[in-house]
């Protein structure tokens, strides 16, 4: 069997069987708890770690095999699968979902304010109606709003992109959406080189904490219950390998366990400061797992929380895949389309999911997208006739 | 396909915050003809700046957490006649294989030939990996320096402590490596420590 340990070139040297790249966020907590409390190891597999510097080069090297496999955005892969955003059209699977929610939408004091003098209704302010007013009153001005979100093929950029569109802005035109690194938001928003950000905790907490914005509303609210991160694996890789595939399902299954456990909170957030990982203060990472949250204009809803770890969380749903094809789609990534269906099926991978983890009997999806054609179902989603479920995609779509 | 354009020499952006492979990758373009437009070692500005110097091709560090900001471009510049996008070519997986292992990644405007752009990728990927071969000699060298220090420290301690000239020293030192097949530098070491345990060291 070919250990792919010819990966010297280019990237950490290692003499471990499986290496696994992460972006140093709060939701690749599973990956480091996995690592550091031997979840690995018990499993029987030996597994390095790869702190890496872009959600590209994570791309690039799971596509060539250099990793494994990786903690990604929910999107990619799909978008690599599709050969979008990149050349190379790699088959990666997702098996396993390692986190939930956590997203919010945040803007400098100066956009609030101006929203706020133009309407100060509570409603108004989060459902984006100010931003809108706001934009028209601004429109001599010249120069789009900026906003920005961590990655093209990610939920917040999506999330960004619905509501500001169900607020009557359009994101194609109206601003100007940009990508920015997410240890890099708060700073740019401070200098005004944006207006506002859609992105992950704690990094909306931190700047209502430190006066630099205002959190107007959370990814939950726009789309319910939705998966964030998944572990996205070389598909030819895990085909290969299937035993070192379900062992690494099956010791993140326990990491999130963990990881959701009150009692372990101090630890954990004292692991992840590390200089190998997050390398920060572990104050900083707090407001990612506590129900301590700043208090600023608007509360965040307990259920719009990241969570880590049930069933309905982390086993792949390839409705969920749907919906951000339909999402690439209607936002102009995914040209052509067709044969979703399968794409969806096979790439977010349920059977793998109960297969790793000894689950009987396989959720049974109904079909995903009822009655329609893929090419009627993707007109809707255009037309913003398809919404997730308010309360998550585990209760599927609903049609307006 | 050959439009008169396409003769052009294209031009290229390098982003790398390692200035000294930058230089070397530079070079090595001016060298075989092709234009570098321009050198980034910051890349505060990325953006602005391949939005002023509209190049045909971004060569970036595989590395650079700037990357993800980059790969927007194509996104927001759609009314912008020249995007920037990965090759867009399969077949090309080669090529791009041998460049994430020799850790380049680079961007071209869409639809370009790959018989333009491959040779400067080429070009990169030797640079790059000979800089990896430069990197790895000078640890190499960083290490024997620091062997030659435990080895003096050693053979300083052995003197005091048996009171015999440098020559004895080291070739008690030798001796002791020989007999036990191991390094220099780690006798060396095994003597600081136990003299350290005796009360030898300071």
Known sequence: ?400 | MHSKTSQLPLTVMLVDNEPARAAIVEQALLDNGYKVIRRLENTQNLTRAVQESLPDMVIIDIESPDRDMLENMSQLTRNNPRPIVMFAEENESTSMEAAIRAGVSAYVVDGMQPNRFKPILQVAIARFREFQALRLELETIKTQLEDRKLIDKAKGLIMKHQGCDEAAAYKALRKLAMDRSQRMSEVALNVISVMNLMGEVE
């Open chain 1, 1 to 400: 069997m070919d250990r792919f340990n010819n990966t010297s070139q280019g990237t950490k040297p290692s003499g471990a069987d499986i290496t696994l790249g992460f972006i140093p966020l709060i939701d690749s907590a599973p990956f480091i708890i996995a690592k550091e409390k031997g979840l690995f190891e018990k499993e029987g597999v030996d597994v390095v770690l790869s702190k890496e510097a872009s959600w590209a080069s994570i791309r690039d090297k799971v596509t060539f095999n250099l990793l494994q496999g990786a903690h990604m955005l929910a999107s990619m892969p799909l978008a690599t699968s599709l050969g979008i955003g990149s050349a190379n059209k790699v088959k990666i699977q997702t098996s396993f979902t390692v986190s939930q929610n956590g997203n919010g939408i945040t803007v400098s004091n100066n956009l609030y304010q101006l929203m706020y003098s133009c309407c100060d209704a509570f409603q108004a302010l989060r459902s984006g109606h100010a931003l809108k007013l706001a934009i028209r009153h601004r429109s001599a001005q010249g120069d789009l709003l900026k906003f920005a979100v961590v990655y093209p093929y990610s939920s917040h950029h999506y999330q960004l992109r619905d509501w500001l569109s169900r607020a009557g802005i359009d994101p194609d035109n109206d601003v100007q959406i940009i990508v920015v690194p997410p240890t890099k938001m708060m700073g740019y928003l401070r200098s005004g080189e944006i207006d506002g950000y859609c992105v992950g905790e704690p990094w909306n907490s931190l700047a209502v904490e430190q006066g630099i914005g205002h959190m107007l509303v959370t990814g939950y609210e726009i789309w319910g219950n939705t998966p964030e991160k998944v572990l996205g694996a070389n598909l030819q890789w895990a085909n290969e390998n299937e035993e070192e595939h379900y062992a690494l399902i099956r010791a993140l299954d326990k990491a999130c366990k963990w990881v959701d456990d009150e009692n372990n909170l101090e630890e954990l957030l004292n692991i992840l400061s590390h200089p190998d990982y997050l390398n920060c203060p572990a104050a900083q990472l707090r407001y990612g797992f506590s129900a301590i949250k700043p208090s600023g204009q608007f509360d965040w809803p307990m259920e719009a929380y990241q969570k880590f770890s049930s069933d309905k969380i982390n086993r792949p749903n390839p409705q969920y895949a749907l919906w951000l094809l339909g999402q690439m789609h209607r936002w102009h990534q995914l040209p052509v389309a067709s044969s979703l269906i399968n794409v969806a099926n096979n790439t977010f991978n349920d059977d793998i999911y109960c297969r790793a983890l000894r689950i009987d009997h396989p959720r049974k999806l109904k079909p995903l997208i009822g009655s329609y054609e893929e090419s009627e179902w993707l007109d809707l989603i255009k037309a913003d006739k398809v919404r997730v479920h308010p309360k998550g995609i585990e209760f599927g779509f609903v049609y307006l």
